[in-house]
């Protein structure tokens, strides 16, 4: 069974400074999807990067990269220049690839940002 | 357009009474799943059907049952409400293709139980 552990629940930075949310993961697969979902207090999951395993280069959005290492199963989130609008809970997530999987979720970071 | 619509948003009702949450897709995808968000915020699967067909069934009490009258919908009817029942339910829909597998959600229904 897969599971994803984000060990950080809350984490703050001053606005314009860049942060990382870390998220480690457990799979026997070797092809999977992991992504990074922003929760904010109206409760939409928003979709902020997706990473396919089978490419080695990290995905990048603007502002938000994360750095893959699938030998370590590690997958963080780097939040670039933050802007109060990232204030919200972020949540780590695994997708077998393949249809029809669900994906699995950590427990979540919740992230403040401050002026 | 809402690309997956969720309704009611908000549901607030007794213990022991039975409701429904509906779940429309437009995006054309084979797949659609309902997850729960606990107290705690944390997210869980808990059905998925593709093409109308159950494939994920995860351990929930058998008071929860879906319907897939098509694949466009998937709705949740919920028997004998309970104070536990009480989460934000979440429906998504996914679609496997050349670009990949992304799951987009709804923006989820606050249920209540009194």
């Known amino acids: 069974a897969q599971t994803v552990t984000q060990s950080q629940p809350e984490m703050s930075v001053q606005e314009a400074e860049t942060v990382t949310l870390s998220c480690t993961y457990d799979t026997s697969e070797n092809n999977y999807y992991l992504f990074w979902y922003k929760q904010p207090p109206s409760r939409q999951m928003i979709l902020v990067i997706r990473?396919?395993?089978?490419?080695?280069q990290n995905a990048t959005e603007n502002r938000f990269s994360v750095n893959f290492q699938k030998a370590a199963k590690s997958f963080s989130l780097k939040i670039s220049d933050s802007q109060l609008g990232d204030t919200a809970m972020y949540f780590c997530a695994f997708m077998k690839q393949e249809g029809g999987t669900a994906l699995i979720f950590g427990k979540g970071t919740t992230l403040s940002v401050s002026s | 357009d809402t690309a997956v619509s969720q309704t009611p948003k908000y549901l607030v009702t007794q213990m022991g009474n039975d409701k429904s949450i509906k779940c429309e897709q437009n995006?054309?995808?084979?797949?659609m799943y309902w997850y729960k968000q606990d107290s705690k915020k944390f997210l869980k699967i808990m059905f998925s059907y593709n093409n109308k067909e159950l494939i994920i069934n995860e351990t929930v009490p058998n008071r929860f049952s879906p319907k897939s009258p098509d694949k466009a919908h998937l709705n949740l009817h919920i028997n004998s409400l309970e104070l536990g029942d009480s989460a934000v339910y979440f429906c998504?829909?996914?679609?496997?293709?050349?670009?990949?597998?992304?799951?987009?959600f709804g923006e989820g229904s606050w249920l209540t139980v009194v």
């Open positions: 998504a829909s996914s679609q496997l293709d050349n670009s990949g597998n992304t799951i987009y």
């Open positions: 990473q396919e395993a089978y490419k080695q």
């Open positions: 995006l054309g995808h084979d797949t």
